[in-house]
């Protein structure tokens, strides 16, 4: 989905870490200038689950 210079995904992300695993719904948001990719916002379902899968 794209809106002038901003884009957004709607996603799937997964990973696997030390025997633990992860699937988690997301947003990416973009931004777009010249072609590439100026600044990027990520966001996760459950910020609170991500950051115990990554140990923080």
């Known amino acids: ?4 210079s901003r884009v957004a995904a709607v996603l ?5 870490r030390d025997g633990s695993e992860m699937s988690m719904l997301g947003v990416d948001i973009f931004t777009i200038e010249g072609g590439k990719i ?8 459950d910020q609170p689950a991500e950051d115990a899968f990554w140990g923080q």
């Not at 799937?12 to 696997?16: A, E, L, N």
């Open 38 to 45: 100026t600044e990027s916002w990520l966001y996760s379902a």
């Open 1 to 4: 989905m794209a809106n002038g």
């Open 12 to 16: 799937t992300f997964s990973g696997q």
